[in-house]
């Protein structure tokens, strides 16, 4: 995607030691839906594309089963970078890698940003989040030049340590994708 793929890219000492690639969004520019993690993981870093281990394995399933298949939706992360020991990207980091992501935000122009775990949610949001008790909640943020709905989700790693989360995560997948059928007209025709 021209303008939003960062090829070169330094500003972070540790993360330039850390990673092995840039690890860019993914998926259709126009997409309805961006989801929005945190930083690569290993195997993110390994193959160059978001949410590809086992976090993208529940994802992907989610999705599936929302009729909101992968391919249809954009993924892409706070920081492009794997961060070293995968620790949480550090303030610094999410605000030099900020510019692409409002440029991502802006370029796609989703009609909804889902954003992934906690980390995501507050610097979307800009204040603290307790993600497990407002996971479904929906706020409308300026970004990427204009108000947007930020729909606050689990990260799909939680559901990996804590069974019991997976409901929650499911039900805001579904509710991602019943905002990006009702924008795009889809639910009108359910009603015939
Ligand atoms: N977790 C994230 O936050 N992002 C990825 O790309 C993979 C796992």
């Given at each position: 995607m021209e303008g939003v793929?960062?090829?070169?890219?330094?500003?972070c000492a540790d993360l330039v030691e850390s990673r092995s690639r840039i690890v860019n969004g993914d998926g259709?520019?126009?997409?309805?839906v961006l989801f929005v993690g945190e930083a690569p993981g290993a195997s993110e870093d390994e193959?160059?594309?978001?949410?590809?281990g086992r976090s993208g394995d529940v994802l992907d399933d989610e999705l599936r089963d929302a009729g909101l298949?992968?391919?249809d939706v954009r993924i892409t992360n706070c920081v492009r970078c794997r961060p070293p020991e995968n620790r949480d990207p550090s303030r610094e980091e999410l605000a030099n890698c900020r510019p692409y992501l409002e440029r991502e935000i802006e370029l796609v122009d989703p009609d909804v940003i889902v954003t992934l775990g906690k980390v995501p949610g507050e610097h979307l949001l800009e204040r603290d989040i307790a993600v497990t008790s407002e996971a479904g909640n929906v706020e409308r943020v300026e970004l990427g030049g204009e108000p947007r709905e930020v729909l606050l989700c689990l990260h799909p790693a939680a559901t990996l340590y804590d069974a019991s989360q997976r409901e929650t995560f499911t039900e805001t997948i579904e509710k991602a994708a019943t905002i990006a059928g009702e924008s795009s007209g889809q639910s009108q025709l359910g009603d015939y």
């Open positions: 793929e960062v090829t070169e890219c330094t500003r259709p520019e126009d997409a309805d193959e160059g594309v978001p949410f590809v298949p992968r391919a």
